[in-house]
């Protein structure tokens, strides 16, 4: 088992930022790729961006290519989404997600998921 929990939601003007957190417990963490998507209201869970298991490689949606950038520690068993140029249209409840299926771009290429963030974006 894989705990996660996400931190940072929060409200936010257009063009602001945000860093979002995912913290993890349970099992070695640096054995997984981590992921994070977001769902809006009436919407499916959209894939956001991945990276894999050592942090080499990163995967990104076309829509937040350029303003967010996901990070990970291993060391700490902590994954990072920096949100950067926020739009409206970024909000969404964001998910951190632990699977060991890549290239990690689909909700189930994930196993282990936390219980979400609000990100509210104003204009």
């Known amino acids: 088992q894989v705990q996660l929990v996400e931190s940072g939601g929060g409200l936010v003007q257009a063009g602001g930022s945000l860093r979002l957190s995912c913290a993890a417990s349970g099992r070695t963490f640096s054995n997984y790729v981590m992921g994070w998507f977001r769902q809006a209201p009436g919407k499916e869970r959209e894939f956001v961006a991945a990276i894999t298991s050592s942090g080499a490689r990163t995967n990104y949606a076309d829509s937040v290519k350029g303003r967010f950038t996901i990070s990970r520690d291993n060391a700490k068993n902590t994954m990072l989404l920096q949100m950067n140029s926020l739009k409206p249209e970024d909000t969404a409840v964001y998910y951190c997600?632990?699977?060991?299926?890549?290239?990690?771009?689909?909700?189930?290429?994930?196993?282990?998921w936390g219980q979400g963030t609000q990100v509210t974006v104003s204009s």
């Open positions: 997600a632990a699977g060991q299926v890549l290239p990690g771009t689909r909700p189930y290429h994930y196993t282990y």
